[in-house]
């Protein structure tokens, strides 16, 4: 059995994201260890021969187990609450390693037409491997009961939403695929375990793109799957094994330092982004603005529910003018980083329509809400009257046009 760190059975989770991982080495570290390394050597031929029949637990080779990786793992697992977790080399790999460890060919999911652009572009694609998808409504439970079908396998939902910040009911959800014999999986993007929880609502399994907020500081590319251990390693690390969409060590150890701020971070932008949000929606020049912390947002009593804390660091806005007010709002800042990323300590400014959902047709756009004049911004920690006065040089002049 590969060690795990002496904690107390009741530390808290604060603790948790701190300590958690794997004994340090004879060495004595106090900084955990970064473990580059392809394979790892045995004493004999015979041991070699049972770690690789899995007869003993051991580290084998870094495309499905590594010391990093695993510190990575049950540090993220125990935030989430799950017994297990299996890092991947993206978020969009994460959703991938899920499904095909999951489903076959003549299985069906029922996912939210409202999760991330590459998300919808997957489960489109898995049709021709026999996996059909049903896109239905992110807020209308109604839609996801009268979707399910004998052979849904899968519900999928990303809560809250990229960009509109949607929130979905978890527990409704997961009673819907649970009565229908089926699993129930959670986008945990935007408000990470420092928030949210889908598991003590009746998620099954928790999708992490560790890219965003888990790192902090858009250095690396990272995602996991977080659900039941017998689930992670019966029918997930066999993929992992075969197809080897493996978390590198040196991006494992980067997330797992990020983990270690996270709590402090995500709370602190969340806060800012509140701030920022009560103030677009003051502006003249702003028709709408979507954050759960607000209490004009359609499910901002659910939010605060399922949430701890302020909402996330996400909002976004329409902007007069359609394209070309969100453009010249977006073009006129001169702090927010213009990118399609988020989760960074650095605030990014995005236009959803031609970049993370340019790939979907202008229906499914308009479908999902996603129209030409929205931007989204991803607070990070600059001082919030800085932000303000950044957005503030782009919507005033709109406001005077």
Request: proline share 4%.
């Amino acid at each position: 059995m590969i060690r795990k760190t002496d904690l107390p059975a009741d530390a808290r989770r604060d603790t948790l994201a701190v300590r958690e991982g794997l004994p340090c080495t004879e060495w004595g570290e106090n900084s955990e260890a970064l473990f580059i390394t392809s394979s790892f050597v045995h004493p004999d031929a015979e041991t070699a021969a049972r770690r690789f029949a899995n007869e003993e637990e051991a580290f084998v080779y870094s495309r499905f187990s590594n010391p990093t990786v695993t510190m990575m793992e049950r540090r993220l697992a125990a935030l989430e609450g799950t017994s297990g977790c299996i890092g991947t080399a993206s978020g969009m790999s994460a959703i991938l390693l899920l499904v095909l460890g999951l489903l076959k060919g003549g299985d069906h999911v029922v996912c939210s037409r409202s999760v991330f652009g590459s998300t919808i572009k997957l489960f489109q694609d898995f049709a021709k491997f026999g996996i059909e998808t049903t896109f239905v409504s992110q807020t209308e439970v109604a839609q996801w009961r009268d979707a399910m079908r004998p052979n849904t396998k899968l519900l999928f939902a990303e809560t809250p939403s990229n960009p509109l910040t949607e929130t979905c009911d978890i527990r409704a959800l997961a009673e819907i695929a649970h009565a229908g014999g089926a699993k129930l999986a959670v986008d945990n993007c935007f408000c990470t375990p420092a928030l949210q929880r889908p598991v003590e609502f009746g998620a099954d399994f928790v999708v992490h793109s560790g890219t965003k907020f888990l790192d902090g500081q858009g250095r690396v590319v990272a995602g996991a799957v977080c659900g039941p251990a017998e689930a992670i390693d019966g029918q997930l690390v066999p993929v992992m094994r075969s197809a080897g969409m493996a978390l590198s060590p040196f991006n494992a150890w980067v997330v797992l330092k990020g983990l270690e701020t996270l709590s402090i971070r995500l709370k602190a932008q969340s806060e800012r982004a509140l701030a920022l949000a009560r103030w677009l929606e003051a502006h003249p020049a702003v028709e709408r603005v979507y954050h759960p912390g607000l209490e004009s947002h359609p499910q901002h009593a659910l939010a605060m529910a399922q949430q701890d804390g302020c909402g996330g660091a996400v909002v976004s806005f329409i902007a007069r003018g359609e394209r070309a007010g969100a453009f010249a709002v977006i073009d006129a800042t001169r702090i927010c980083s213009i990118t399609s990323n988020l989760g960074d300590t650095k605030t990014t400014i995005t236009h959803p329509a031609s970049t993370s959902h340019g790939r979907l047709s202008e229906d499914q756009r308009q479908a999902a809400g996603i129209t030409q004049g929205m931007i989204r911004v991803a607070v990070g920690l600059e001082d919030i009257e800085d932000l303000k006065a950044d957005l503030a040089r782009g919507l005033d002049q709109l406001k005077l046009a």
